[in-house]
């Protein structure tokens, strides 16, 4: 089945050593998105790439970084993890074609930091 | 500035009646809406959605509504079963917005026996 893969499920990291999530997809879809979501709170987005061209939210952290080097992958890089970045991160995919392409989401790596 | 809001953080419901999840929002330019539906370890997944050029739309049992006027949306599920338990997210986007989501903070149904 076509699907958005995320790894790992579940990410330890220590205050300050850098981690990478990574998302995968094979619906060959041209646009990736990473949401940050924190308990009891709206998923909200980081950033997004149509293709390779990279979309920074404003108030994304520069802290915060993304990898796309094909279609099919993505990578999210933490610098500089500190506690407020325990949450959980979600990878998405659509087609771009207007706002009723609805996103396929991945099931998420739930960020801890020690 | 919660743009999309949902003031209900849980919702219990007995099988077999309707289910009702409320969604408000405050952009006017906003116009598709989208309900997401989420069970635990596990992503979003797409349920339902409406064009503002609507006001209803129905799949199954699963019927969404929107009053612009009152920039108000909801997500009826009439019968609700057990397997309906989840979160529900609500979503808006707008025309050349890039298919950016933004969501609202979500409703936990929970349909008892």
């Known amino acids: 089945d076509a699907m958005v893969i995320q790894n790992p499920r579940y990410q330890v990291t220590q205050f300050g050593k850098p981690v990478t999530l990574s998302c995968s997809q094979t619906?060959?879809?041209?646009?990736m998105y990473w949401y940050q979501q924190k308990s009891s709170q709206a998923p909200k987005l980081l950033f997004h790439y149509y293709d390779k061209d990279f979309n920074n939210e404003a108030d994304t952290p520069d802290n915060f970084q993304s990898r796309r080097p094909n279609t099919s992958f993505c990578f999210l890089d933490i610098r500089s993890p500190g506690l407020g970045d325990a949450a959980m991160y979600l990878c998405a995919t659509t087609i771009f074609g207007g706002p009723n392409q609805p996103q396929h989401f991945g099931d998420g790596t739930r960020l801890s930091i020690l | 500035d919660q743009q999309v809001k949902q003031n209900s953080p849980s919702l219990s419901v007995q099988e077999g009646r309707i289910s009702i999840l409320n969604c408000d929002y405050t952009n006017s330019m906003f116009d598709y809406f989208l309900w997401y539906k989420k069970y635990p370890a596990e992503g979003p997944t797409f349920l339902i959605s409406?064009?503002?050029?609507?006001d209803k739309n129905e799949d199954g049992r699963f019927t969404v509504f929107l009053n612009k006027s009152a920039k108000h949306l909801s997500l009826h599920i009439v019968p609700s079963q057990p397997g309906d338990s989840a979160v529900y997210f609500c979503?808006?986007?707008?025309?050349?917005?890039?298919?950016?989501?933004?969501f609202g903070t979500g409703t936990q149904l929970k349909v008892e026996l």
């Open positions: 409406i064009s503002s050029i609507k």
């Open positions: 979503a808006a986007s707008l025309t050349g917005g890039g298919n950016k989501l933004t």
């Open positions: 619906l060959n879809h041209n646009v």
